[in-house]
């Protein structure tokens, strides 16, 4: 492939991946990983270029959610700094323990959030903005590791968990992406000790492509109702879930 396509191709990967976050608060991770090894990308290498990446579109993602009024500075200081730890020692574990447990506990809870959130997407009531809800930091410490050890996990950890416990949708969408953006530096420096720099091209059409998606992933997440916002939550984390499932015996 001409080193143009290649990466336009990339470029590509990047924004699909940054709308489907931007507008969900998750999945950015698991699709851009899942389409960089459907290019031919070797897993190791699909994985650290992602987190690489999204130290740069997590970060235009977030001031966007910022800019549009989506996050709260008190819920992402209680996420990022716990998440930042867990993802360091995330990057520590996964180079000397495999990651297959972590995947297998990872895919049973989205599947029980998932079912979870289908059902309070039924209800009429609202979240709240000002709420940070309990036990957010040591969720914030799972999550950035589970993130780093499974290659993904971030928003689906903190997202659901957090909506599911009253918070607004938007606002949370806005706070992780804000948060993911430290996150993913602390796991990017992890990398770099570990794995070393991986495909160039891929880590910068990720970054182009992503960055220039994230104003329209922020601003459907403004303008999305709270309750199709949690219902299409739901459908990716048991989407994402069910295709762990198939995988596992395929």
Not at 118 to 133: F, I, K, N, Q, S
Not at 232 to 243: D, I, N, P, R
Request: hydrophobic share 55%; with cysteine; net charge positive.
């Amino acid at each position: 492939m001409p080193p143009l396509a290649e990466f336009l191709s990339f470029a590509a990967v990047g924004a699909f991946a940054q709308l489907v976050d931007g507008a969900l608060g998750m999945a950015y991770g698991v699709v851009s990983a899942a389409m960089l090894l459907g290019l031919g990308l070797p897993p190791a290498v699909a994985s650290a270029s992602v987190h690489y990446a999204e130290t740069f579109t997590c970060g235009a993602s977030g001031l966007s959610h910022l800019a549009a009024g989506n996050v709260r500075r008190q819920l992402f200081w209680t996420l990022a700094v716990p998440g930042a730890i867990g993802a360091v020692i995330g990057a520590y574990v996964v180079s000397h323990v495999p990651a297959d447990g972590m995947r297998l506990a990872l895919t049973v809870y989205m599947l029980a959030m998932g079912v979870f959130l289908l059902r309070r997407a039924t209800r009429a009531d609202r979240g709240h903005d000002d709420v940070v809800p309990r036990a957010t930091r040591p969720l914030g410490l799972v999550a950035g590791f589970a993130d780093t050890v499974a290659g993904g996990g971030w928003s689906a950890l903190t997202v659901t968990a957090l909506v599911a416990r009253g918070a607004t949708p938007r606002t949370v969408i806005g706070t992780v992406h804000l948060a993911k953006c430290a996150v993913s530096a602390a796991a990017s420096v992890s990398f770099l000790l570990h794995v070393g720099a991986t495909h160039g091209t891929a880590v910068l059409g990720l970054i182009v492509g992503g960055v220039a998606a994230a104003p329209l992933g922020a601003l459907l997440a403004r303008y999305m109702p709270a309750r199709a916002a949690t219902l299409l939550a739901a459908t990716a984390v048991l989407g994402l879930g069910l295709s762990n499932v198939v995988k596992a015996f395929y």
